[in-house]
């Protein structure tokens, strides 16, 4: 089972429940986990799960390079394909604008000489190891890099490679609703959205709503600073049919370990059960859908 | 040959104002040495949501234009324009397309 932790608006705790899980998963559920941060601008997850990393390696995606300016009969097929503009031809020789590239690899396909040829462009890099819990990947865009996604897919592909097929993989996810969000949570069989009952948390909640529900996957809320406008988070969830798995309360003893790298289960005793009561209905709600 | 300058324009006449943005500029007017207009609309590029400024330089470098004026060419356009041999003169926001080009012209006589 994989497991996507998402959310509309960025710091309602993504972070903190997907380590929570990530430290309670085995012990509650007696099945392997790999955690997988995919928040790949801003990785964050390393701070609280402190893994030991064992493998890097770095990510590129495949660009075209000019090898050959002389062959380019000045067509214009490559431009005319881009849709991202990211190569043209000036003075009847091809001008690629790498940074701009997506990857398709289309010019390379249409360029009837052989003044094109594959290059690459570095994305990032992308980290294995485990935290003694649970296996650990991760990846960390190049700073630079405009594009997430296809760094998302490369770890992504990384985990359909490592992963222990009897266990369960748990995907801190970026924030928000456009692509690195959307492409994230697309590989999960399940997704968790961590809502805060505050005005802007509950908008960005709807959108989350709203854009991944097309996706058709299960999907489920976990309130975080639960408080004063929680009941109106509640009945927002009743009305598009979203199980609420758990309540995390705005707890100032909860900050306070988040603040010092702590994991919520560490918090006290009460927290302990909800972590494992979380993951446990995650598991049975995952099994649920998919019977339904 | 006869040299063509592009300004990038705000409308099509000598007498509308040079358009601060290049890539996405209303239009281009160039003038050749005879002191003849061409416009080319640059409309288009509103809709476009990636590339817009080496488009424009690809359109003024087919044009023959090899003098650029404008307000700001960004630094993909720029590298555009320089592998089309298209020499650009930034800076040129506060005047008209008239004025700019006699500016252009009386610095080249200096």
Redesign the interface.
């Known amino acids: 089972m994989l497991v996507a932790i998402a959310s509309g608006k960025g710091g309602t705790g993504k972070t903190t429940v997907a380590a929570a899980l990530a430290a309670v998963w085995g012990q509650a559920l007696l099945r392997p986990l790999t955690v997988v941060d995919l928040d790949v601008e801003e990785p964050n997850l390393h701070l609280f799960l402190r893994p030991v990393i064992r493998r890097a390696e770095t990510a590129c995606l495949e660009i075209p390079v000019v090898a050959d300016p002389a062959a380019c009969s000045d067509c214009g097929a490559c431009?005319e394909l881009c849709?991202?503009?990211?190569i043209?031809?000036?003075?009847g020789?091809p001008?690629v604008?790498p940074e701009?590239c997506h990857g398709c690899g289309g010019c390379l396909a249409v360029c009837p000489t052989g003044s094109l040829t594959a290059g690459s462009r570095e994305l990032g890099r992308i980290e294995e190891g485990t935290t003694g819990l649970a296996d650990y990947l991760a990846g960390r865009l190049r700073i630079g890099e405009s594009q997430s996604p296809p760094l998302i897919r490369a770890v992504l592909r990384r985990l359909a490679a490592v992963a222990d097929p009897e266990g369960d993989v748990i995907l801190d996810a970026p924030p928000g609703v456009s692509c690195p969000a959307m492409t994230s949570v697309a590989a999960a069989d399940v997704i968790v959205l961590v809502a805060e009952p505050t005005p802007f948390g509950i908008h960005d909640f709807l959108l989350a709503v709203e854009a991944f529900t097309p996706l058709g996957k299960p999907m489920a809320v976990v309130v975080n600073r639960s408080s004063d406008g929680t009941p109106q988070l509640l009945d927002l969830c009743r009305e598009h049919g979203l199980p609420v798995l758990a309540a995390i309360a705005d707890d100032r003893a909860v900050a306070e370990t988040y603040a010092r790298g702590g994991l919520l289960p560490d918090v006290g005793a009460h927290y302990r059960a909800v972590c494992h009561e979380l993951a446990r209905s995650i598991t049975v709600f995952a099994g649920e859908t998919a019977h339904a | 040959m006869s040299k063509k300058i592009a300004v990038s324009s705000e409308g099509p006449t000598l007498s509308d104002a040079v358009d601060p943005r290049f890539g996405r500029a209303a239009g281009f007017v160039i003038v050749d040495d005879a002191g003849t207009t061409q416009y080319l609309d640059n409309g288009g590029s509103q809709a476009m949501a990636h590339g817009a400024g080496i488009e424009a330089a690809r359109r003024i470098a087919e044009a023959g234009a090899t003098v650029l004026l404008s307000g700001v060419v960004g630094p993909k356009a720029a590298s555009a324009l320089a592998a089309a041999g298209v020499a650009v003169v930034e800076g040129m926001e506060s005047l008209t397309v008239g004025e700019a080009v006699a500016q252009y012209r009386a610095g080249q006589d200096a």
């Open positions: 431009r849709q991202f503009g990211a043209t031809v000036m003075a020789k001008l604008f701009m």
